[in-house]
């Protein structure tokens, strides 16, 4: 796929499910069990053992899934992952030699991490494709995605840290292109024991909670233009 395409999967799906194991075994068994459950989409971070070779591996394992590179911190990691044929980037905060890198290659997108207003604009002019707002949680919330969205309407966000069932939907309601989910999305448990039934539930439960709250928001918005 090239970016633009890659960029409207993205936004389509709506959720970006997070691979952080301790062990290269269990991400290879968490990334098959998540595309089993019908979401096409997973970033594996670079904090799981031999994180690139998984990468490489699972790019010829699951063709039908993009995977993503995450917690990348230097232009020099985000080569290699590209190199193994990871098809988006992921940082935890903004590094705009990241960015660039990235920017330059057509088949690749990038979900550079921001905080600040500030960073948000700085990761959008170094072109990245998503800016993910991280960690959302402790910042305010959707309060605070529906503040940035007010000065940055035509940026594509991404919520990243602390989202669960509870709050999802009101993150998609407050604007962002896609929610971004780890743990409450792959719990210990599960990883621990290899249990496959409870992360596709889970995989499942979330996809639900995006298409039916995106359904939702465009319900309101025709009724919003019907009294205009």
């Not at 500030?118 to 402790?138: H, M, N, Q, R, Y």
């Not at 979330?206 to 465009?218: D, G, N, P, S």
Request: neutral net charge; aromatic residues 4%.
């Amino acid at each position: 796929m090239k970016k633009e395409e890659l960029r409207t999967r993205v936004e389509e799906v709506g959720i970006v499910p997070v691979i952080r194991t301790s062990s290269a075994e269990d991400a290879r068994f968490a990334v098959e069990e998540i595309a089993q459950g019908g979401i096409p989409i997973i970033e594996v971070t670079m904090t799981v053992p031999g994180a690139i070779e998984v990468i490489r591996e699972l790019v010829k394992k699951v063709p039908n899934v993009i995977l993503g590179a995450g917690t990348v911190v230097d232009a020099e990691t985000a080569k290699e992952c590209m190199d193994a044929g990871a098809q988006f980037i992921s940082n935890p905060a903004l590094d705009l030699p990241t960015v660039q890198l990235v920017a330059k290659n057509t088949d690749v997108i990038t979900m550079s991490g921001a905080l600040t207003p500030t960073e948000v604009l700085a990761a959008w002019k170094a072109g990245a494709d998503f800016v993910k707002i991280f960690p959302c949680s402790l910042v305010g919330s959707d309060n605070y995605i529906r503040t940035l969205k007010r000065p940055f309407p035509d940026i594509p966000l991404i919520a990243g840290g602390g989202v669960n069932q509870q709050n999802a939907a009101h993150y998609i309601l407050a604007g962002v292109a896609a929610i971004s989910v780890g743990k409450e999305l792959i719990p210990r448990e599960s990883m621990l024991l290899h249990k496959p039934d409870r992360i596709r539930e889970l995989t499942k439960r979330f996809a639900a909670i995006v298409r039916t709250t995106r359904a939702r928001l465009a319900e309101a918005q025709a009724q919003v233009a019907s009294f205009r």
